[in-house]
């Protein structure tokens, strides 16, 4: 399976007071206003997919001025004057017709191109509101969704018509990400959307938790990480805050990364992906189960930012690399009472083309399904304590298929919760296949 990523943009978007853009094609239109930065003119490029690069020693002057219906090539050469630049193009062939995109803007002194660098940024946190409907989801955006016969002209009219930016395709199974301006809400949007001719389905970029082990502080031994383990042949890919970088380089770890801020080195601010990473490797034994004799090799993404949140671009992310990565097993540990038809759709068709969904059911015993956990393409993995019983805490009901172990010692303190069984059970799966493939002696 590959979800194939394309950026595109088509919209006006301001930075503070100072400057908003607009790119379409091959043309632009910038209004900066106030002496902005050429720095904070460039991050408008960076903010829609364009890779920037500048050399750190230049000197960048402040740009004033308008520019309507300017070629892109022509705006770079008065935005970077005195210096040398570079804009690199790419053509995108998806669903919807042949796209044209710049992909990267280069700035730098004369004859020295490699002496430019990546925009400093700061680490992403994912923009999170809560909607008129209490719904919560990434502000500004919605996800759409066209009728086969649709072509890359009613994708460009439904832009105009909600002065939108597609920034994002996932394709198949076909889901465009649009982003909004602050005159147009996301439920305004989604209403002109549904009414466009082409446009199947519509709602928000919405945004998840991630469902925490709660930690409670003990004063039995600390049960220590076992890292002598050899890894087996088969995989999982385990979606959650990331991966502590001292674990990057073990045998155990088939990979890290950061599926919420791609050019990121991996890491997690919270520890909870470095748990579950570790259970689903073997390094870590939940209790009332047996130590891990051979490991299994992790393929550990970030999806979740430092304030536990995820969204369905990232997941949508997130499942593209684990593809890409020919890791076929998946953990997640986080759930939602929304249902998300295009989460349905990409969960299905992750299933539909050999990935195995394992997803926790939830903390709370109330029987009713939370998602991803509640598709029927997603294997739901339920708790028990350490005797072997039902977890007191755990969700249950028919929906849920598997259940694990949901207690475990971690860094001096004991975590409960569904997101420890749900490695577990996604390792119990990676090892019986590696077992198939194993030649028999």
Do not use: C
Not at 91 to 116: C, E, H, K, P
Not at 349 to 377: C, D, H, K, Q, R
Not at 412 to 434: D, F, N, V
């Amino acid at each position: 399976m590959k979800l194939w990523i394309l950026l595109i943009i088509l919209t006006v978007v301001p930075i503070g007071q100072a400057a908003s853009l607009r790119i379409e094609g091959e043309r632009a239109w910038l209004n900066a206003v106030d002496g902005a930065s050429l720095q904070e003119v460039l991050q408008l490029f960076g903010d829609r997919g364009v890779e920037v690069l500048v050399d750190p020693t230049l000197k960048l002057n402040s740009i004033t001025g308008e520019w309507e219906n300017t070629a892109i090539e022509r705006l770079i050469a008065q935005l970077a004057r005195p210096h040398s630049y570079l804009v690199e193009w790419k053509r995108v062939d998806s669903s919807l017709g042949t796209l044209y995109q710049v992909s990267s803007i280069r700035i730098f002194a004369d004859g020295n191109s490699d002496a430019a660098k990546p925009l400093k940024q700061k680490r992403k946190v994912l923009d999170v509101v809560t909607g008129k409907n209490g719904l919560k989801y990434i502000r500004n955006e919605i996800m759409i969704g066209f009728d086969e016969e649709a072509g890359v002209e009613d994708l460009h009219a439904l832009l105009r018509k909600i002065n939108g930016t597609m920034i994002e395709v996932i394709n198949p199974p076909g889901i465009y990400r649009i982003r909004l301006n602050d005159d147009l809400s996301v439920e305004d949007a989604m209403a002109l959307a549904n009414a466009h001719d082409g446009v199947a389905s519509s709602e928000p970029n919405l945004a998840f938790p991630r469902l925490d082990a709660a930690p409670v502080s003990v004063s039995a031994p600390d049960q220590r990480i076992n890292l002598n383990l050899q890894p087996g042949e088969t995989a999982v890919a385990v979606f959650d805050s990331g991966l502590d970088p001292k674990y990057v380089d073990h045998p155990l770890i088939r990979g890290t990364y950061d599926a919420v801020d791609p050019s990121a080195a991996i890491s997690d601010p919270s520890g909870h992906g470095t748990l579950t990473a570790m259970v689903a490797a073997g390094a870590i034994t939940p209790l009332g189960a047996e130590p891990a004799e051979t490991g299994v090799p992790v393929l550990a993404i970030r999806t979740f930012d430092e304030n536990g949140m995820t969204s369905s671009d990232t997941i949508y992310r997130a499942l593209e690399f684990a593809a890409n990565s020919d890791v076929n097993i998946i953990s997640m540990s986080w759930g939602s009472k929304v249902d998300s038809h295009f989460l349905q759709t990409a969960m299905d068709f992750a299933a539909l083309n050999g990935m195995t969904l394992y997803a926790s059911a939830g903390n709370e015993p109330t029987g009713v399904p939370i998602y991803p956990a509640g598709y029927g393409s997603v294997i739901a993995v339920g708790g028990l304590d350490s005797e072997g019983n039902l977890w007191d805490q755990s969700n249950y009901g028919d929906f849920v298929s598997s259940y694990g172990p949901a207690f475990a010692y971690f860094n001096g303190k004991l975590y409960t919760g569904t997101s420890i069984a749900t490695p577990k059970i996604a390792a119990e799966a990676a090892k019986a296949r590696s077992a198939k493939t194993l030649p028999v002696k």
